[in-house]
């Protein structure tokens, strides 16, 4: 995954920067609130609740959890995305026997599977007017994110072994 991104990573840092990343980085945590408002209405009306918080509430909680998601989704990156590489270089400087590679690889996943669970059910808790239980999200937390970790291992299996990233979409 390094070796594929390095490139497209060097030409972004190393070009002069625009005066627009300010705006397209507002613009983008907007939309990225926007969906989580999306989310909202859909779990009100899922449960048959009328939201009667007033609407700057509702946008700053979207956009508190947009900025928080952002970093725990960076977390998630590195755990299951650079954990392969990351443990290559730890390997190396460390001198660690190659029988914890299996320990690592269970454990990465474990902790992203845990991660995601608990972000999904803050989600579920925090996001609607009606206030659930863990144990009523906890179940749908759970499948979250396995189906997560499946899509995880697939893209990861994918970026290793099929995809020619330059061929697809260029330098």
């Known amino acids: 995954v390094a070796r594929t991104l390095t490139p497209a990573i060097v030409?972004?840092?190393?070009?002069?920067?625009?005066g627009m990343l300010p705006?397209?980085?507002?613009?983008?945590?907007?939309?990225?609130?926007?969906?989580?408002?999306?989310?909202?209405?859909?779990l009100n009306h899922a449960y048959n609740i009328v939201e009667r918080r007033w609407i700057w509430q509702l946008k700053l909680q979207s956009i508190v959890f947009v900025m928080l998601g952002g970093c725990f989704l960076v977390t998630i990156?590195?755990?299951?995305?650079?954990?392969?590489?990351?443990?290559?270089?730890?390997?190396?400087?460390?001198?660690?026997p190659v029988e914890n590679k299996a320990f690592l690889i269970f454990g990465q996943y474990a902790v992203g599977a845990v991660l995601i669970s608990f972000g999904s059910a803050l989600l579920h808790l925090l996001l609607p007017m009606h206030r659930l239980r863990i144990r009523e999200v906890l179940p749908g937390s759970i499948a979250t994110s396995i189906l997560w970790m499946i899509a995880a291992v697939l893209f990861t299996l994918y970026l290793s072994r099929l995809a020619d990233y330059g061929a697809t979409y260029g330098t």
């Open 77 to 96: 990156a590195f755990l299951i995305l650079l954990g392969p590489f990351l443990w290559h270089v730890a390997e190396g400087v460390l001198h660690l």
């Open 11 to 18: 030409d972004v840092v190393t070009e002069p920067p625009s």
């Open 23 to 42: 705006v397209s980085l507002l613009f983008a945590i907007w939309v990225a609130s926007s969906a989580l408002d999306a989310l909202r209405l859909s």
